[in-house]
C-alpha cells in the first residue's frame, strides 16, 4: 500500500480530490465508491471547486454508496445520503437519477443489497473505491470480526461506531444497523484509497499500517489491494514508527 502524508487536512484533501479527477480523466465511465463522514468534506468542496474551475467531465461517470444508517434517509441532517448529496453530488453537473446508486437505509435493505450489488456488477465492479477510517479501524460498516467474503450486507454495529454516531446527528439515534458495500467489493476494486486526519486517528492508522492484517482492523486489510493508497494528514500519521521514510511532504 502507498502512503502519501500531506502536511495539513486541506492538502490532503486536494490530493485525494486530484487522484479521483485523475481517474475520471483516465476512465470517463468510471465507477466510482465515495464515503460519507466528516473526513472526505474537504475532498467534496475540491471536487465541486474542480467542476467549476478546471476542465473535468463529469457527465460520463458513475457514483455509489458506500453505506447507510438503517431507517434513515435524505431527511435526516448527517445521514450519509445528506452528506454526500447536499455536499457534493447535488454541486456537480450530473444527471442524479442516472449517474447515482444509492442505498435506500428506509427500504427493504435485503433487495438493497442485491440492488446496490447488481449495479456493481453490471459496472464490472468498482474502478475506484475511497474508504474514511472508524475509530476502531472499520471501513464503511465494515466492523471488526468482518467477514472479507461478503458482498453487500447488513450489519450490526459496533458499540464504537454507534457512540461516535452522534457527532453526525448531534444527539443520539438508534442506529443498531446499518447497510454497506461488503469487503468483497473492495477486493474487487481497481483500486482503493483509505483517508484519515487528525490527532484522532493517528493510533489506528499505525495499526491499520504497521500492524498484523487480521479481519479485527477491517482497514488494515484494504492492504491486501494491490492498487491501494492511504493519504494522511501529517496528525494522522503521527504515530507512525516510519514517520520520516513515510512523509510525502
Ligand atoms: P469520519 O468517519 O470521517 O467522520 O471520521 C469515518 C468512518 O467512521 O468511516
Redesign the pocket.
Known amino acids: 500500500m502507498k502512503i502519501v502524508v500531506e502536511k495539513d487536512y486541506e492538502s490532503m484533501s486536494k490530493a485525494v480530490a486530484d487522484h479521483i479527477i485523475e481517474t475520471i480523466k483516465k476512465k470517463p465511465n468510471a465507477l466510482i465508491e465515495l464515503?460519507g463522514?466528516?473526513?472526505?468534506l474537504g475532498i467534496f468542496k475540491e471536487l465541486v471547486n474542480a467542476s467549476k474551475t478546471r476542465n473535468v467531465d463529469f457527465s460520463k461517470c458513475f457514483f455509489v454508496s458506500l453505506d447507510e444508517w438503517e431507517n434513515l434517509g435524505y431527511e435526516t441532517k448527517g445521514s450519509c445520503k445528506q452528506t454526500l448529496f447536499d455536499y457534493l453530488y447535488k454541486q456537480l453537473p450530473i444527471d442524479l437519477e442516472k449517474q447515482v446508486c444509492f442505498f435506500d437505509g428506509k427500504a427493504d435493505l435485503g433487495k438493497e443489497c442485491q440492488r446496490v450489488d447488481q449495479f456493481i456488477f453490471d459496472h464490472e465492479n468498482l474502478d475506484l473505491a475511497v474508504?474514511?477510517?472508524?475509530?476502531n479501524g472499520?471501513?464503511?460498516f465494515n466492523e471488526p470480526g468482518v467477514d472479507e467474503n461478503q458482498y453487500c450486507t447488513i450489519v450490526p454495529l459496533d458499540a464504537v461506531?454507534q457512540s461516535?454516531s452522534i457527532?453526525?446527528f448531534g444527539e443520539q439515534l438508534n442506529v443498531a444497523h446499518g447497510i454497506t458495500l461488503g469487503f468483497k467489493h473492495f477486493l474487487n476494486a481497481k483500486e482503493v484509497i483509505l483517508i484519515a486526519d487528525s490527532e484522532r486517528?493517528a493510533d489506528i492508522v499505525q495499526k491499520v499500517i504497521e500492524g498484523p492484517l487480521t479481519n479485527e482492523v477491517p482497514a488494515s486489510l484494504i492492504r491486501k489491494v494491490k492498487n491501494s493508497t492511504i493519504y494522511l494528514d501529517r496528525q494522522a500519521s503521527k504515530k507512525l514508527k516510519h514517520q520520516s521514510l513515510e512523509a510525502g511532504y
Open positions: 464515503p463522514g466528516d473526513t472526505p474508504l474514511g477510517i472508524g475509530m472499520h471501513v464503511g461506531t461516535v457527532k453526525y486517528k
